[in-house]
């Protein structure tokens, strides 16, 4: 007869902590993540202009000092993003957004 010995083995490995939390600890990631959420933040304050259909076909992109690029899924999106963007700059003005201009590229994958 054979018998099956089971071992209750557990790794010594740390937590790993999330990557908002990692960010965040790192100095020269702060800002990195506060460009992030302020991506993200311009993104929230144009989804009410954008029509419903187009809405779920854009993503934040990289904000900087030069401008804030949104990503559209495809050549269509994008065309009609660059139709937008008058009143899409009105919008984050609104909200109180300073961005210098908006670039709109199509995500690749």
Do not use: Y
Request: hydrophobic content about 45%.
């Amino acid at each position: 007869m054979s018998r099956k010995t089971t071992f209750n083995f557990k790794p010594s490995v740390p937590d790993v902590p999330g990557l908002t939390a990692a960010l965040s600890r790192a100095t020269p990631l702060v800002g990195l993540l506060q460009r992030l959420e302020a991506s993200k933040q311009c993104l929230e304050a144009v989804r009410a202009v954008l029509p419903a259909g187009l809405a779920a076909h854009v993503r934040p992109g990289p904000l900087d000092d030069e401008g804030w690029t949104l990503l559209a899924a495809n050549s269509a999106v994008s065309a009609k993003l660059r139709q937008l963007q008058p009143h899409l700059m009105e919008a984050l003005r609104q909200k109180g957004l300073k961005v210098n201009a908006i670039r709109v590229r199509v995500q690749t994958q």
